[in-house]
């Protein structure tokens, strides 16, 4: 895979290390270097931590294959997570990225996911640089008949939920 030997990680990790906010996410889509963005956050000093989980997930995935991408903390109650959220906030002026793994029912059988990957990638093998990431995930959406595209709105409805339970507490 041409992008997973270049660092490509989003630009937001900088903010979370700038500005004192909570992020509500579901992980590193696996077609990226899931690595790379739990180890960058480390250097910048941002949190991650885990509600429900101990790893870094992986988007459409609840376990990241990656066994070395461990949390800071994990979490199984909003309330001290949100808690731990405004301590960290106020303590160090630097934001927090929550990891909220795709709910059960919604994750992405990893055969599935394995197979519908390998077809996504072989469609998309003509694009180059920055066009990759996008050629791959609208392959993904055709070549899953949209599964990718009904685990994203799950996972999104499962972040924004978390984040409004946190927010209400803070």
Sequence with gaps: ???GRHLDVSA????????PVAVVASGTKL????TAPREALESLGVPCVGFGTDRFPAFYLRENPDAE?????????AGELAEFVASEL??????VLVCNPIPETDEIVRA?????????ESRASGSAG????????????????????????ALVRANARLAAQIAARI
């Design 69 to 77: 991408s461990l949390l800071d903390a994990r979490f199984e109650d």
């Design 1 to 3: 895979r041409g992008y």
């Design 112 to 120: 599935d996911w394995d197979a519908w990957l390998a077809e996504a």
């Design 90 to 95: 106020t303590r160090t002026g630097r934001g």
């Design 31 to 34: 077609l990226l270097d899931v």
């Design 12 to 19: 937001d990790l900088m903010a979370l290390a700038r500005f």
């Design 130 to 153: 920055r066009d990759i990431t996008p050629a791959v995930l609208g392959a993904l959406h055709e070549v899953s008949g949209g599964a990718t595209l009904e685990a994203n709105l």
